[in-house]
Structure formats: structure tokens, C-alpha cells
């Protein structure tokens, strides 16, 4: 792994004490990892006849689980800050 470190001065705006300045040091690492797995779509991918498969590839049951419960409670606590005479009905899985 090697590591690059460059450092930058700027001067502060004029609001401030003229004689103080910025220092930034800005660092990137870059490793060198050879990629030694097999290319292109997975097995699972090449056997998505249709878009609804391809999109379950990405969107599991439990991450439409975590999407319907934070949109349920995302509408809670902004109809907290701000009430609305609309009745709120919490979505479903089949909506979501």
C-alpha cells in the first residue's frame, strides 16, 4: 500500500487576522489488489428472464421490509413537526 500526502496553505478570509493562515493536508491511499474472481453478470444474473428477477437481485424481501417500516415511520415523525388534516395510512409491503 503507499500513500500520497500533499499539504496546501490558504489564507483565511479578510474578516480575519491577517497574519493566520489555513493549512490543509489532504491524503489518498490507494492499495494495489489484484482481482482474481471470475468477470461479467453472475450465474443469477444470466438466469433473470424477466425485470421483476433482475430487480429482486438488488431489492431482497428484507430490504422492501426496511423500505416499508422507514416510509411508516419517516410520515410518524414529519406528521409530528407538522400536523395535516389528511389521514395517514401506513404503507403496505404489496404497495411498496
Known amino acids: 500500500m503507499s500513500?500520497?500526502?500533499?499539504?496546501?496553505?490558504?489564507?483565511?478570509?479578510?474578516?480575519?487576522?491577517?497574519d493566520e493562515q489555513w493549512n490543509w493536508t489532504e491524503r489518498s491511499s490507494q492499495m494495489d489488489i489484484s482481482f482474481t474472481g471470475t468477470v461479467g453478470p453472475s450465474d443469477a444474473a444470466r438466469h433473470c428472464v424477466t425485470p421483476g428477477k433482475f430487480f429482486y437481485l438488488y431489492f431482497s424481501d428484507s430490504l422492501i421490509d426496511l423500505l416499508v417500516s422507514e416510509t411508516n415511520r419517516y410520515a410518524l415523525q414529519s406528521r409530528q413537526d407538522t400536523?395535516?388534516?389528511?389521514?395517514?395510512?401506513?404503507v403496505t409491503r404489496q404497495e411498496m
Not at 8 to 17: E, G, I, R
Not at 83 to 90: E, F, K
Request: net charge neutral; with cysteine; charged share 15%.
Open 83 to 90: 400536523p395535516s388534516s389528511m389521514p395517514w395510512v401506513n
Open 3 to 18: 500513500e500520497h500526502t500533499s499539504g496546501t496553505s490558504l489564507k483565511k478570509p479578510s474578516a480575519a487576522c491577517d
